[in-house]
């Protein structure tokens, strides 16, 4: 299953699901390539240092989202690709309609906290704020509304009385880190149905 990775971070999830595939543990997917929209972001090296092919495009006149024009040159890029999967990884840029209806809705997102609870930025440091007990981690299908789409499935992290926000942060990365591979996998061997389209 050809797959190519979104994203505009670090990159540590990016590196997780490459380790799963050089362990073996990655199912029938192969991550065929990794972009970003930010020209020095760790995703990129961390795709450089594990020899997948890597770009960087341009994000255009919007923060959030791409404009129309961008978005064609990104569609036009993923396309030659040929991907079956495309998994956005801290990709922070709201994808609509003609990116989505381009891949036939075979679109994920990892969000950092257990949907519909804390959609939108910063969700780790709000739950966290809030108050809450448990927080955690989605993989969702992308659909137009932000971190509205169903759910695939969660990891779940308890906060304790006396965690400091960096603690839950390395928490929730490290159950992000297990959750996105084994959805990958699942979806690549079937486990894990695709929606119809
Ligand atoms: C992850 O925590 C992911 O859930 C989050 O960005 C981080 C990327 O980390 N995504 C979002 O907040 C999307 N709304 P990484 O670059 O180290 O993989």
Redesign the pocket.
Known sequence: MNTVIL?S??????EAVLRAQAGQLLGNARIKAILADVHDA??LRIAQENGVENHSLEGGSFKTKLDERTEEIWIEKIRLLDPELIV?????RVLKSPFLDAFGGRVI????SLLPSFK??D?INRAFEYGVGITG?TVHWVNEEI?GGRIIAQSPVRIMTGDTLEMVEQK??AV?HMLLPAVIRDLSTGAIPFPET
């Open positions: 994203g971070g670090k990159g540590s999830n990016a760790g995703i956005l990884a801290g990709f922070m997102n990892l969000h950092p939108g930025l969700a981690c971190d929730v990365h992000e």
